[in-house]
């Protein structure tokens, strides 16, 4: 592979295919899985995701299954399933989330709907898609009419026109870079990187502001850090929610 992103998009494409194709007639949406924040739906997914990647030879960071090495430099950040509570209960809001970064620098991204399948992608310098067609957020400046998404609870002093709790940080990303919404801000900075790695990059390639929310680095391969992604349609909206 490239480092310029030729042909990863094809490589997550392929792990999305399988699954969606893994999920197909499952049956056991409620079951937990190994762990308290785990589903089972998480780990069936995940071991579709690691048998396509693995066979590519390639280094994984899973938030199911930790970090598995590759020979080269480069590494797919997995969230099989971002939403996978959403999943749980019905609500049809969730969607796989895969980034690959070389060293620790993004090279491409694929963020899938779960259900309706409408795909987003990007790779470093060559813009960002929906379905193959090129986005670009709301350009929105002000709080005056923004609608944003959140993780967390919101309280009455976000200087915003309204938001939405959505469940899934991938789509939520995706929404600001294609303009649905105008911003993004999670409230307690409690995301692992596998929720968040693909969204930034295809907010990044769309033209949307990036940053995190105590000035961190967004990118790391750390199973147990979390950081506090912020996106936003410009930087003037970006500086109104950070205060």
Do not use: K
Not at 73 to 97: F, K, L, M, Q
Request: hydrophobic share 40%; charged share 20%; proline share 5%.
């Amino acid at each position: 592979m490239n480092s310029d992103g030729t042909g990863w998009v094809e490589l997550l494409r392929s792990t999305a295919d399988s699954v969606i194709a893994a999920l197909d007639g499952f049956d056991r949406w409620r079951d937990g899985g190994d762990r308290p924040d785990q589903y089972a739906l998480d780990q069936v997914a995940d071991a579709a995701a690691l048998g396509v990647l693995e066979a590519a030879g390639v280094g994984v960071l899973s938030e199911e299954s930790g970090l598995r090495a590759g020979p080269g430099s480069e590494t797919v950040i997995v969230d099989p399933v971002d939403g996978s509570t959403n999943a749980s209960r019905g609500i049809p809001h969730y969607c796989i989330s895969l980034c690959v970064v070389d060293g620790l620098t993004p090279v491409a991204g694929l963020v899938r709907h779960l259900v309706t399948g409408e795909e987003f992608t990007a790779t470093v310098g060559g813009g960002a898609q929906r379905n193959g067609a090129p986005i670009r957020p709301s350009g929105q400046t002000t709080g005056e009419r923004a609608v944003i998404g959140v993780s967390g609870r919101p309280g009455a002093d976000l200087p915003v026109w309204q938001v939405r709790v959505l469940g899934s940080a991938a789509l939520d990303l995706c929404a600001v870079a294609c303009g649905r919404l105008d911003a993004y801000i999670d409230l307690n900075s409690n995301h692992g990187v596998w929720d968040y790695a693909a969204g930034i990059l295809i907010c990044d390639e769309a033209g949307a502001w990036t940053g995190e929310a105590d000035g961190r680095e967004l990118f790391h391969l750390s199973h147990s850090e979390r950081r506090g992604p912020v996106a936003a349609s410009t930087p003037e909206l970006a500086a109104l929610l950070r205060g």
